[in-house]
């Protein structure tokens, strides 16, 4: 099976014999200390090479204003779990990261959701909630937004909104927080200033993950927060497992000391900027005209949006007979949109393997739209009318002609497991 | 006795297959059997070969496992197996062959047109789609001929929703069928050994009909069993559900899904290998007649089929 549904980075390119000098030097020298239980909050060395990586982003963060976390996705749930009561509002993008929904979710958290667009959330829809939500007397616990290449959607943040965002979260006193798994595996276009250095880390809780660009099997994240709430972040993060992995963090250490990590970074920023490209000729060729997408500027995840009456967890059944995988839309959305769009990995695979699973899809794609056409009588200029997305709906992709992709970034990975959801 | 637990596989319904399977694994433990749990793949035959059981216990749901192909293995291997044989799994898993079958024997099923994909692309099949939904009426039942459990079973409840339900369907399979609606309460009959247990009676709590999750999800759907039906009712019932398991040649076990609406019951379709999850019917029908879940998969694998010489696959 082509597995189009993932959000694994590649780490086949990683260099194993620096993997092995690393950790052959950590066994002769720390070996004791490496095996042992480390500080709660993360070891000095560790944030100063996570200093490093938000200094490549324009942040420079006070080290205190650093905890180390098993993963990102700890971070995300360390943070709910320190803000959120039953019942709470929480705001997020729709689509949004389905594990996000699902910790957000265990902590029964109200979640609202605002719509995205080509640039991003809609702020101006987050300004109509806030006061909504405002002159029903509630207050969100925060705003949680991935800004640059976002999962699912692929879209970055423009300029614009993420000042006006950061103004939002001030004016209502509300925080943010700013997940940001991608930022630097951009392949093109100029980088955009992060919330957090926006903000200058008054209202934004900044979550960082060294999964995307060394290693998502070592689980080390980190959040900057302002003291307040870190403390409070840290005494939930004891009470989950003490410490991140000591031995993690000593491989980090030794990593980063050999100096070669933005090298590295810039050889994955070249492999996936080929195959995001791959997959976009891919997808100009074999998928039908009534379809469209986004043009991701970088992450690991392209968004594609099918005539309104394909539903992508039924297609997913066709397309797993062909022996290809994607995710379908709906998962990143609360109220049953996005049933007609696709998550698309394109880290994962290789070039040729892109195509070949675009080409599958695409083939699967075309029969239903030509099976719908003949029991239908319906011209296809019709058809592209029809499918275009409803006003507020801002994931809608344009049209193919349009070429722009959409990305969806993801923590976790693996084999897709398809979620039918007929009636009976 | 060291007995083969056939799971998973790459049918859309693995996640159920592997739920029942654990809880047969279980149970076989209990019963001092020794179980062997394959996750059918590439390997099946091999794996087969090395682990030698002397019985097979298939707790696959959906095509390969419960449409005959393992059974066919199963044969050309020797190996006994549990559940029906090769031509009753394939007639139930077609839920068109069945309703002929069904319906040639005089027992009733729900008026239907069934179509593959090909009919539509080369035969101009969507011209007839106006006559047929005059005949069958609306709302109208979409699915796909040999999907199990409901997936991509669509309602239409007018004409503007038929072309899309269609599509659906064809998701799922190259051949669909379009079926009259009958409005009533919906009925489980299981069935052991040719013997009808207590019938279950699935009343949808949210929604106005069942999905895939809520069939497996504690909670969505309220089962009341034994259904509460009078003596006559439910003999009546039990019978129809006997008599179709007959008619499309099971044995050892299989659950009879029937609707029973103003006009009597009527039969939908027929699971060779049901569910065997702790949200399952089967199991609870089995409960309702005192038998617990290990005497269950005790009974069945007691009459695992043995392969007569005369059903011989393999020339001689």
């Known amino acids: 099976v082509i597995s189009l549904a993932g959000g694994l980075p590649d780490t086949s390119t990683f260099p194993s014999e620096s993997f092995a000098a690393q950790m052959t030097r950590i066994a002769h020298e720390s070996s004791a200390e490496a095996l042992q239980y480390g500080p709660t909050e993360g070891f000095k060395e560790t944030k100063e090479c996570i200093l490093q990586v938000m200094a490549a982003e324009a942040m420079a963060p006070d080290p205190d204003d650093l905890i180390v976390t098993t993963g990102g996705q700890q971070a995300i749930d360390l943070i709910t779990k320190t803000l959120v009561n039953p019942g709470d509002p929480v705001i997020a993008e729709a689509p949004t990261y389905p594990g996000a929904v699902a910790t957000f979710c265990s902590y029964e958290a109200d979640v609202h959701q605002v719509s995205t667009d080509d640039d991003g959330m809609r702020v101006d829809e987050l300004e109509e909630l806030l006061a909504g939500l405002a002159t029903a007397g509630r207050r969100p616990k925060f705003i949680y937004s991935v800004p640059s290449f976002q999962n699912p959607a692929g879209v970055t943040l423009s300029r614009e909104r993420r000042r006006r965002l950061v103004e939002l979260a001030r004016e209502h006193e509300v925080l943010i927080v700013e997940d940001n798994p991608y930022g630097l595996l951009r392949y093109e276009g100029d980088p955009e200033p992060t919330l957090y250095s926006l903000d200058g880390g008054d209202y934004v809780l900044y979550l960082g993950t060294f999964s995307k660009i060394l290693s998502p099997g070592i689980r080390i994240g980190w959040v900057a927060a302002p003291p307040p709430v870190l403390e409070k972040i840290g005494l939930g993060k004891q009470a989950a497992d003490l410490c991140t992995s000591t031995l993690s963090q000593y491989f980090v250490r030794e990593y980063f000391a050999e100096g070669r990590w933005p090298g590295y970074i810039a050889d994955l920023v070249e492999i996936y900027r080929a195959r995001r490209d791959a997959m976009l000729d891919a997808l100009d060729g074999h998928f039908p005209e009534q379809s469209a997408w986004i043009r991701p500027e970088g992450g690991l995840f392209l968004w594609a949006t099918l005539p309104h009456y394909i539903d992508t967890t039924d297609l ?19 109220d049953g949109r996005g049933g007609s769009s696709m998550r698309l990995n394109f880290s994962a695979s290789g070039e040729e393997e892109l195509h070949e699973g675009i080409r599958r899809i695409g083939q699967v794609v075309s029969e239903q739209v030509a099976l719908y056409e003949t029991i239908t009588g319906e011209h296809r200029t019709a058809d592209v009318e029809r499918q275009l997305p409803a006003p507020g709906d801002a994931r809608a992709p344009r049209t193919r002609s349009g070429g722009a992709t959409r990305d969806v970034p993801e923590e976790a990975g693996g084999d897709v497991i398809p979620i039918p959801r007929r009636r009976e | 006795m060291r007995v083969a637990v056939l799971k998973g596989g790459r049918s859309l319904e693995r996640v159920v297959s592997l739920r029942s399977a654990a809880r047969v694994e279980d149970a076989l433990g209990e019963l001092g059997q020794e179980a062997v749990g394959i996750d059918v793949g590439r390997d099946l035959v091999n794996r087969l070969r090395v682990e030698r059981p002397e019985v097979v216990f298939i707790a696959l749901h959906g095509p390969g496992g419960e449409d005959g192909t393992v059974q066919e293995l199963l044969e050309i291997l020797d190996l006994p197996y549990t559940g029906p044989g090769v031509a009753a799994c394939a007639l139930c898993m077609d839920k068109v062959a069945a309703k002929h079958e069904i319906r040639a024997a005089g027992l009733p099923t729900p008026d239907w047109a069934a179509f593959n994909a090909t009919a539509f692309r080369e035969l101009g099949a969507g011209d007839t789609l106006k006559e047929i939904e005059e005949r069958l009426g609306f709302p109208l039942v979409i699915k796909p001929a040999s999907q199990g459990s409901s997936l ?24 669909v069928l379009l079926e009259r609606y009958v409005k009533g309460r919906e009925l489980a009959v299981s069935i052991l050994d040719g013997e009808a247990l207590p019938i279950v009676e699935a009343i949808p709590r949210e929604e106005d009909f069942f999905n895939f999750e809520a069939r497996y999800e504690i909670g969505r759907t309220e089962y009341v069993c034994p259904a509460e039906l009078g003596e006559a009712e439910t003999q009546r019932v039990q019978e129809l559900a006997t008599r179709t398991y007959e008619t499309l040649g099971c044995t050892g076990f299989a659950r009879v899904d029937l609707m029973l609406g103003d006009d009597g ?11 065997l999850t702790d949200t399952s019917l089967f199991p609870m029908a089995a409960e309702a007649a005192g038998i617990d879940f290990t005497r269950l998969v005790e009974r069945i694998l007691a009459s695992a089929r043995e392969r007569p010489a005369s059903e011989a696959t393999l020339p001689a």
Request: charged letters at 20%; hydrophobic letters at 50%; a negative charge.
């Open chain 2, 152 to 175: 991509g079973v669509e309602f239409a409840s007018s004409r503007d929703e038929v072309p899309e339900a269609l599509v659906a369907a064809f998701s799922y399979d190259d051949r």
């Open chain 1, 316 to 334: 997913l059944a066709k397309a797993l007979r062909e022996n290809v995988a994607f995710v379908p839309g709906s998962a990143a959305y609360l």
């Open chain 2, 265 to 275: 019951p009527q039969v939908l379709e027929v699971n060779a290998i049901p569910g």
